[in-house]
Structures are given as C-alpha cells and as structure tokens.
C-alpha cells in the first residue's frame, strides 16, 4: 500500500487540535465536578482560580531544570516567557515572544487561543477564562522568583476573552525598592 504524505499530516493534524481541545474541556469538566462538591453559593470563579493556581505552580516546578542565568537576564526572561509561550502553544494557542522597550521586560502575544470557545460551552464567563490564564502564569513566577532570587512578575494587558483581539502579558523583572 503506497504511503499518502498528505493524507497522513491531515490525520496528524486533526489528532493534535482533538488533543488540544481535550486539555481545555478537561479542566472545564473538572470545574464542573468542583462546583457540584462545592454546592450552592460556592464562587466558581475562586475555584477555577485555585486550580489554575495549582496548574501554575507545577508548570513553575517543571521549568526550573530548564532555565538558568549563564546568559544574562535578557536571555533569561525571554527563554521564561518563550517556555509560557510553548505551554500555551501546546494548549492549542498561537503565540509568540517579542523583547521589551525597556531592560527587564518581554511580552507574551497570542493571537489565537482555544479556552474561550470552549469555555462558552461550559457557560463560563469571559472574565474567569481571562483571570485564569493570568494566575497561571503568575503561579508559575512564585517558585522560579524563590529559586533564582530574582523578583519577577507578569501581568496581563489585554486579553481575547474581554474583546481585545489578542493577549498581551508583559512578564518583568521587578524594581527592587
């Protein structure tokens, strides 16, 4: 049987954009769960919010192996905001990574992101979706601040849930002072 290369990438291709929406329906299918043990009155919000907090500080763990200082901090941060990038990126994202204006910062830009559609269907609301990315980045910065002594931080500009077009974080090295 002959081999079909283009036949073959089309099934590739598919399988990873099911594999990258299974990842968003799973948190949003656990978060359905949480609710229903949390019962009424519970603040969905607080407890997508503590999950994502969870899922960032693993994802803070699981990068200290792969970042160090040998480079300089330039170097530092843009590798710490490409391995945000690439997460999201395998989350079904399209994102990318430009330098700073100013020493100490680059910028985190997706343009394309798979939560919010799925989380329609779960009838999350957009704030929550945005608020959620952005505490798992920030979890993430607590142990990689701790381990390389070094005050960072990351905050969101813009963000697709809130009609803005694209996300927009700004991931920085803190003034010291």
Known sequence: MPFDAEKEITR????????????????YRWRE???????????ET???????EFIGKEIGKGLLPRLNWLKGEEAFLMNLARAF??????????CQVEKGEKDGEVYIKCT?????????E??????????????????????VSVFFNIPLAI????????????YLFRLYKKEEG
């Open 12 to 27: 590739l291709w598919r399988n990873l954009h099911s594999a990258q929406e299974e990842i968003c329906r799973t948190f």
């Open 33 to 43: 769960v949480a609710k229903d043990i949390a019962g009424d009155g519970a603040d």
């Open 46 to 52: 607080e407890i997508a919010l503590k999950a994502a």
């Open 85 to 94: 990038a690439n997460i999201w990126a395998n989350e079904g994202a399209i």
């Open 112 to 120: 394309r992101d798979t939560w919010p559609s799925i989380a329609k």
């Open 122 to 143: 779960y009838d999350v609301p957009m704030e929550e979706v945005a608020k959620t990315r952005e505490r798992i980045f920030q979890a993430a910065l607590e142990d």
């Open 155 to 166: 905050e969101m500009l813009k963000a697709i849930p809130r009609g803005e077009g694209m």
